[in-house]
């Protein structure tokens, strides 16, 4: 008898094991966590210039300044409605390059300009898309 009660229990513990480990959705019905979030773009400052950049809204690109500290860009964006722009820096002894976050559909101009001098803007537009 106290066999059959062990064996019972173990199983039922099992039973509240699994229940426990069970994925839920979220309201989107995406069963992983965090399903609605898009992974940044990186380009470096030497991709920039010219180039024509395509976010989703919800989006950022991280701006990766190679040798030129993080903390040494700013921008001038032609539609603060579809860009906002990000100050790279650091905090903690981590370093954080600049970047934009796509905030609505549209396309706006950038340049990026470098406190230090002598290195000359970067010019690129960033088109946002819906998701």
Do not use: H, W
């Amino acid at each position: 008898m106290k066999l059959k009660l062990i064996a019972l229990a173990a199983a039922a513990s099992v039973a509240l094991i699994l229940t426990a480990c069970s994925t839920t959705t979220n309201s989107g019905g995406d069963a992983s966590i965090g399903g609605d979030i898009v992974a940044p773009v990186t380009m470096g400052v030497n991709q920039l210039q010219g180039a024509e950049v395509e976010l989703v809204v919800g989006q950022a690109l991280n701006i990766d300044t190679e040798s030129l500290a993080v903390d040494s860009y700013t921008a001038e964006i032609s539609d603060a409605k579809v860009l906002e722009f990000t100050q790279g820096g650091t905090s903690g002894g981590a370093e954080f390059n600049p970047g934009l976050l796509a905030l609505a559909e549209g396309s706006a101009e950038v340049t990026l300009i470098n406190d230090q001098g002598g290195i000359q803007p970067l010019d690129f537009t960033v088109t946002v898309v819906a998701r």
